[in-house]
């Protein structure tokens, strides 16, 4: 028995079919581990993008807080209200901007987000609608906004209902 075992493993074809069988094995590992790789990192990236919408969106909650003048754009301003006023909504506007281009690569974030868009749109569109601060913006953002939040409706019905950014929507 043992003597048909050293002639089986004596020739050389057998060597090279084993070689070709652990080849074939070592790349579906490098396959998985590659895979698992990437979709960990996707997972890490999406998770890392919420929790950086979520500080920058809580800074912007505490200044307005601290200042409630700055979430009221109707109310009677003062000279240096109104201009503290202009740049939190054009800090707002470029927040939702932000929320804007991190969905485009992470789908998951609008069910959460898009509804922080809808609200800040609500209360601070008739800045974005000023000729003056539209071009402060990317083309593709104002459309998505036009698009989805019509001057005039006071919400959109769910972010299942807001049309995604699509890949001819990401080009600066």
């Known amino acids: 028995m043992i003597r ?3 002639s089986i493993f004596s ?3 057998v060597w090279v079919a084993i070689a070709a069988i652990l ?5 579906i590992i490098a396959y998985s581990a590659l895979r698992y790789s990437v979709t960990t990192f996707t997972k890490s990236l999406t998770v890392s993008n919420y929790s950086e919408l979520d500080k920058m969106y809580f800074d912007l909650l505490k200044t307005a807080v601290e200042k409630p ?3 009221d754009p109707n109310g009677a301003h ?3 209200q109104r201009r503290e006023y202009d740049t ?8 939702l901007e932000t929320i804007y281009d991190r969905c485009q690569d992470a789908a998951v974030l609008c069910v ?4 922080v868009i809808d609200a800040e749109n609500r209360r601070h569109r008739k800045w974005f609608d000023d000729p003056e601060n539209r071009p402060k913006f990317k083309q593709p953002f104002r459309d998505f906004i036009e698009r989805n939040y019509p001057t005039g409706l006071t919400a959109v019905a769910s972010p299942a209902k ?3 950014p699509t890949s001819s929507m990401r080009t600066a």
């Open 88 to 95: 939190y909504a054009f800090m707002v506007w470029n927040f």
């Open 69 to 71: 003048h700055l979430i």
């Open 162 to 164: 807001v049309v995604a």
């Open 78 to 80: 003062s000279g240096d």
């Open 11 to 13: 020739h050389e074809t």
């Open 23 to 27: 080849q074939g094995v070592a790349a």
């Open 112 to 115: 959460t987000w898009y509804p």
């Open 4 to 6: 048909q075992l050293v």
